[in-house]
């Protein structure tokens, strides 16, 4: 544990392995992603101090919420956006008053005019990331937006899966968790005739099979490789993103979009960004009632998957990702 505060502070062999990195390498940019924890920020102080341009992608709240999620007991919340104590004072880090401390400390330690002084762009996914961002003070000239893309292995998959032949089914794809909004979309599926398909595993993934095991239109299918889910929503009418925290520009939907497969999308976080009414239906997230009129909608449109596929695919392809990052990196200036 105190190794590990230690590398939250930027303390330890930190410093010494990545002198002998940019020694050798010389970057004209570093790009950070999910620093915290193994390596901290002190990498983009060290960048910073050579006159390095240091572009931060921001996969998640950490910035913001020392416990990373902006949830509070299942809900979404947004008080440590001021005030950090709150970690400590809602024991958020795992319910542990120690590792919550560790938390704060790496905060304060770790202070918003600190980062913005060694950052010289954060790259939040999505608008929706932005906006928190300044909410919690940051400045908006160092924000800028750009959305993830499609892996290109997945993208080959998805490209050789024939998806011209739709199934009558929807689907599921992602962690079987409280936060994704799960039990919401089964509390749904049991009165929607049409059959769901779950893939994926975590911690309901057993609880959630033996009580909806009476239902024979809701079936399990555990963990599919890439392949798997290739198919599984090549075939879908629709797939489901029924989150219930702040999503922030979900890999599940660009992956569906990019299958061809319209996408029912809780109104949360980065997710109704990536949907309009050619490619899916928003519904209040956490509404079951909401949520099962939503795909009854979606399973009775008649959806040009071809387009969806199309667009979707230049829209989040890497080349088009790599030509804005590109960008990004050659304006970022101290």
């Not at 560790?102 to 980062?115: P, Q, T």
């Not at 009165?191 to 909806?212: F, N, Q, S, V």
Request: with cysteine; glycine share 8%; charged share 25%.
């Amino acid at each position: 544990k105190l190794n590990g505060l230690k590398r939250t502070l930027g303390l330890g062999d930190i410093r010494v392995s990545f002198e002998r990195i940019l020694d050798d390498f010389q970057p004209d940019v570093v790009h950070l992603h999910n620093i915290h924890s193994y390596l901290s920020p002190i990498v983009a102080q060290m960048a910073h101090e050579r006159g390095i341009r240091v572009v931060w992608t921001l996969h998640d709240y950490k910035l913001l919420c020392p416990a990373y999620t902006c949830t509070r007991e299942g809900h979404p919340c947004e008080l440590c956006y001021t005030d950090k104590s709150n970690v400590l004072k809602h024991r958020c880090m795992k319910g542990s008053l120690a590792a919550s401390a560790i938390a704060w400390l790496e905060a304060k330690w770790w202070s918003l005019k600190r980062l913005e002084a060694i950052t010289d762009t954060f790259i939040c996914p999505s608008e929706f990331m932005a906006s928190k961002m300044q909410l919690g003070g940051f400045g908006k000239q160092k924000l800028k937006v750009l959305c993830n893309f499609i892996d290109p292995q997945k993208l080959a998959l998805l490209q050789r899966t024939d998806g011209s032949e739709r199934s009558h089914y929807y689907c599921y794809v992602g962690r079987l968790s409280e936060e994704k909004g799960v039990r919401t979309l089964l509390e749904a599926a049991k009165g929607i005739h049409h059959e769901l398909r779950i893939a994926g595993g975590g911690p309901l993934a057993d609880e959630l099979k033996e009580k909806y095991a009476a239902f024979p239109h809701i079936k399990f299918l555990g963990h599919l490789d890439a392949k798997g889910i290739a198919s599984l929503l090549s075939k879908a009418k629709c797939s489901v993103i029924p989150s219930e925290w702040y999503e922030n520009n979900p890999l599940s939907v660009i992956e569906s979009l990019c299958a061809g497969t319209p996408v029912v999308g809780a109104e949360i976080g980065g997710i109704p960004e990536l949907i309009d009414e050619s490619t899916g239906i928003t519904f209040e997230s956490g509404n079951a009632e909401a949520l099962a009129a939503a795909i009854g909608k979606a399973m009775d449109k008649q959806w040009s998957h071809q387009a969806i596929k199309d667009c979707s695919i230049s829209r989040f392809s890497p080349e088009g990702h790599l030509r804005d990052l590109t960008n990004i990196y050659n304006t970022s200036k101290h």
